[in-house]
């Protein structure tokens, strides 16, 4: 017996089944069903972000499931909001599909967007479904900062440390060893499959201190760059004593790479990297990597030597 198919469902159909599984927080006055959605914020501002996922592009249908797609989807954005010091409170989604798309497919994807916002509170309030020759989803996270000041990019100073919440190389990794063809490590693959942001950090970053905040989306060195020259300083970045994850050391050992590489330009890992007043107390999460330092030149400093170049994923371009 074949699959029911979007194509078969149609989209206003297949719509309906997606909301009707879908839950509702105390933020949102409004839910899908009118034209826009009506979602209370407690500071009085929104704070808002976009990431999209193509097939072919972000993920393979062969390598993640539909699940691991949608909180993929979902993480990319919430990240995005934990990196300013806020707390997510709703998602808008964008869902471009095949006609011959299995609905399941598309209801496991609704899942997973789901699972992942209710981490941090959040959930789904609307959006928008449309045909495609390829899976595209598109996450539009809104947010609240609950009384806090934006952390912005561009607020380092000279003297500042450099401290990271989260995981660094470990998507990258469990790329590798997928493109390779094998399926160990386990948890690197994992890892690649569906990320673990320190959500929670962002905030707890903001209420520390926290000068300049990025989200690691797109490698260390690549974000460190937007922060350093986006706030007029080098960010220095010591990586010699850093303790590589036995899974990482194997993984790099079988294919003939160096685990360290993925952990200054894997992207996808969406940890958080923030600038803190040298006299800071850090949250727990946050450990520190280096420092800030004045320069008529910003950029990055990987242990003593200036990295040009981007240092990370950068679309419409064939080389990094």
């Known amino acids: 017996m074949s699959e029911t198919t979007i194509g078969d469902t149609g989209e206003f159909d297949l719509i309906a089944r997606i909301t009707e599984v879908l839950p509702r927080t105390a933020q949102v006055v409004i839910g899908p069903g009118d034209d826009t959605a009506l979602v209370a914020t407690q500071s009085g501002s929104v704070l808002a972000t976009i990431d999209v996922l193509v097939e072919g592009v972000h993920f393979r249908r062969d390598w993640s499931s539909a699940t691991d797609v949608g909180r993929k989807a979902a993480a990319a954005s919430l990240a995005d909001i934990a990196a300013m010091g806020g707390v997510a409170t709703a998602l808008?989604?964008?869902?471009?599909?095949?006609?011959?798309?299995?609905?399941?497919?598309?209801?496991?994807?609704?899942?997973?967007?789901?699972?992942?916002?209710t981490k941090v509170g959040a959930c789904i309030v609307g959006g928008d479904v449309v045909a495609s020759s390829v899976i595209t989803v598109s996450v539009t996270a809104l947010g609240d900062?609950?009384?806090?000041?934006?952390?912005?990019?561009?607020?380092?100073h000279a003297g500042d440390v450099l401290a990271v919440a989260g995981r660094l190389g470990w998507s990258a990794a469990g790329l590798a060893v997928l493109a390779g063809g094998s399926c160990s490590p386990a948890e690197l693959i994992d890892a690649h499959r569906v990320p673990d942001p320190p959500y929670a950090a962002g905030p707890m970053a903001a209420d520390a201190g926290?000068?300049?905040?990025?989200?690691?989306?797109?490698?260390?060195?690549?974000?460190?760059?937007?922060?350093?020259?986006?706030?007029g300083v080098d960010v220095v970045i010591d990586s010699a004593d850093w303790i590589i994850p036995e899974s990482m050391s194997t993984a790099a050992s079988d294919?003939?790479?160096?685990?360290?590489?993925?952990?200054?330009?894997?992207?996808?890992?969406?940890?958080?990297?923030?600038?803190?007043?040298?006299?800071?107390?850090?949250?727990?999460e946050f450990r520190i990597i280096g420092s800030v330092m004045a320069s008529d030149e910003p950029g990055v400093i990987v242990d003593g030597v200036r990295r040009y170049g981007p240092g990370g994923h950068v679309h419409f371009t064939l080389e990094l």
């Open 145 to 156: 900062l609950q009384g806090r000041s934006p952390v912005l990019r561009s607020g380092a």
């Open 255 to 284: 294919i003939g790479a160096d685990p360290r590489d993925w952990m200054l330009t894997g992207g996808e890992d969406h940890a958080l990297l923030a600038t803190f007043p040298a006299d800071a107390v850090l949250p727990a």
């Open 210 to 231: 926290a000068t300049a905040m990025i989200d690691v989306s797109d490698g260390l060195i690549a974000d460190a760059r937007h922060l350093a020259e986006a706030s």
């Open 92 to 117: 808008l989604v964008g869902f471009a599909a095949p006609w011959d798309l299995p609905v399941e497919w598309a209801l496991e994807c609704t899942a997973g967007l789901t699972a992942e916002a």
